[in-house]
């Protein structure tokens, strides 16, 4: 009975967590890039359109 209070109690120590460590981002690529800056550009575009459907009524 002792014995298992005794590994029972030591049951903590071994549940512990490991150290975290924080993921690294990676680069983008010049597609990636090139694809976001057209759609960014695309989105300019089409937000100035619906403001100017919605400045004539």
């Known amino acids: ?9 030591l049951m903590p120590a ?3 967590a490991g150290v ?3 993921p690294v ?3 983008q ?8 800056a057209s ?3 695309l989105f300019c575009l089409a937000l100035y359109a619906v403001h100017r459907l919605v400045a004539r009524r």
């Open 39 to 41: 759609s960014a550009i």
């Open 1 to 9: 009975m002792r014995l298992a209070l005794f590994l029972l109690s």
């Open 20 to 22: 975290f460590d924080r």
């Open 29 to 36: 690529s010049a597609t990636a890039e090139f694809w976001f």
């Open 25 to 27: 981002p990676q680069a």
């Open 14 to 16: 071994v549940a512990q």
